[in-house]
């Protein structure tokens, strides 16, 4: 239980070190540690120096004491020298006896220094204690060759000493700059490592973030590709996540809305058609029935000029059929679907002789005014057939009960980079809160099974796929104008367009 207890716990750990805040806190738990072992190590060598300085003043010390041992013997030497042969000097055994006071105290302390001397210090102080008690000639003499050689003694313990403090000097000189040096070493070192490590993350997650940058700039343009790699398990690797997941999204959606699109685009193409032909097969129908009375009237007829005149009446009216079966047969009769030189007015006289059938077109009275002079444009002849199909249509819709109805459709050049093409009507017109979304493919101002609910959406799309512009200008019961500027040369690189079902 306690194993499978902290098991999570460990995961949450390593997950949490993973995160850029947890990476954060690791690299201060690094440093901190770095930093606690440079002062370590510092304050140990603190403690070296502090050892040689108290061994330098120890030294300093037991010279100073050395000196003064020095010079008290050579004062008792001097003074004895001045008792042999005068041993009834009283003054002169008075500073012997301060001598031996004197010497006696520092034997003491040189003894603390030099223990292996103890036995040499104790020897001349007896004896010249003994001096002091007994001052004969014998035992002077005995204590005058006895300081002597402890003098020379002293001198050679005075002469070792200052060379080891000479030595100490250098060797606490040499450590304190080797730890100078180490310190500023490890503190150069120290730097240079955060540095790097900082570098190194900050230049990674630079590198990442430009990466994702550039990718959510491609998905704005219209990229769909292979998602990032995700190689980071922290913030920013989720939010790379985050973003393949909305590309993909964004694939989906738009897949989606374009079978949408394709569905509903060929559910307003039949309708046109059905409509269209339920036009061509009531206009077919007179003809016919023409035809039929007067071939009746021709076998009934005995007069041969009359006879005659019903046979031309009939060829009229079989000519007519002819005709109206050549349009039908166009309406299903795909045209160009690449890219090509187009006479736009052609396009257009084209469309409004399939739409003549209409039945909403009777009683319009439509005019044109198309510039003979403009030239031709790359395009596809079958997507702006069905721009002007579908702006026709809206315009018949919008005449519907409005008295002496009126479509003009013009053709001109505005400038020397393209040509313009309007269609207006006086119709109802539309309002401004709905003309900002007449081209949005989710609204529609028609009921259900009116058909025709895809027109301007499409007619945008088609527009923006020869690299054109496509604008409305209209108000409640102003009338609509409609206004579409189509580009004289095309794009170096193709349009990625919604090519016509």
Not at 325 to 345: A, K, W
């Amino acid at each position: 239980m306690t194993q499978e207890t902290e098991q999570p716990g460990l995961l949450r750990l390593l997950n949490g070190l993973r995160t850029l805040k947890g990476k954060g806190w690791l690299f201060v738990c690094f440093l901190m540690v770095y930093v606690g072992i440079v002062a370590q190590y510092v304050l140990e060598q603190k403690n070296v120096l502090f050892n040689q300085f108290a061994h330098y003043s120890e030294l300093q010390q037991t010279e100073t004491i050395l000196i003064e041992a020095d010079l008290v013997v050579f004062e008792a030497y001097t003074d004895l020298f001045l008792m042999v042969g005068n041993p009834g000097r009283q003054q002169v055994l008075n500073n012997v006896h301060q001598h031996f006071v004197a010497l006696r105290e520092k034997y003491q302390q040189l003894e603390m220094f030099f223990p292996d001397r103890a036995e040499s210090f104790k020897g001349v102080v007896q004896l010249l204690a003994d001096a002091v008690v007994s001052p004969d000639a014998a035992r002077l003499l005995t204590l005058k060759d006895r300081l002597a050689s402890n003098k020379q003694e002293l001198e050679t313990l005075l002469q070792a000493n200052r060379q080891m403090r000479v030595e100490v000097v250098r060797s606490f000189q040499q450590h304190s700059n080797r730890v100078a040096w180490e310190a500023l070493g490890l503190g150069l070192l120290g730097l240079l490592g955060a540095g790097l490590i900082i570098s190194l993350f900050f230049g990674r997650m630079a590198r990442d973030i430009g990466l994702l940058k550039r990718r959510v700039q491609q998905i704005t343009r219209g990229y769909r590709g292979e998602p990032l790699a995700i190689r980071r398990q922290d913030e920013l690797g989720a939010l790379v996540e985050g973003v393949n997941k909305m590309a993909g999204q964004l694939r989906q959606r738009e897949q989606e809305l374009e079978l949408e699109r394709r569905n509903r685009f060929n559910r307003e193409k039949r309708g046109d058609m059905q409509q269209l032909i339920a036009g061509l097969v009531h206009e077919l129908g007179n003809p016919v029935a023409a035809v039929s009375g007067l071939a009746q009237a021709l076998v009934e007829e005995e007069s041969e000029e009359e006879r005659q005149l019903y046979l031309d009446q009939i060829n009229q009216y079989a000519s007519r059929m002819v005709g109206l079966v050549e349009d039908l047969t166009r309406i299903g009769q795909p045209m160009h679907s690449s890219y090509h030189m187009v006479d736009l007015n052609q396009v257009i006289q084209h469309s409004a002789g399939l739409l003549r059938y209409d039945e909403r077109w009777q009683g319009i009275d439509v005019s044109y005014e198309l510039d003979a002079t403009i030239p031709p444009i790359p395009g596809r002849s079958e997507q702006l057939e069905q721009v002007v199909i579908n702006l026709l249509s809206n315009a018949f819709d919008a005449l519907e009960g409005i008295p002496d109805p009126r479509v003009e459709v013009r053709t001109l050049q505005s400038d020397g980079e393209s040509v313009q093409f309007e269609v207006e009507d006086n119709g109802c017109g539309i309002t401004l809160d709905r003309i900002e979304r007449v081209f949005d493919t989710s609204y529609s101002t028609k009921g259900e099974g009116e058909g025709r609910g895809l027109g301007l959406p499409l007619c945008k799309a088609l527009i923006d796929a020869h690299h054109g512009s496509i604008s409305i200008e209209s108000g409640k019961g102003l009338g609509t104008r409609i206004l579409i500027r189509l580009p004289l040369q095309r794009a170096d690189e193709r349009p990625a367009g919604v090519s016509a079902e």
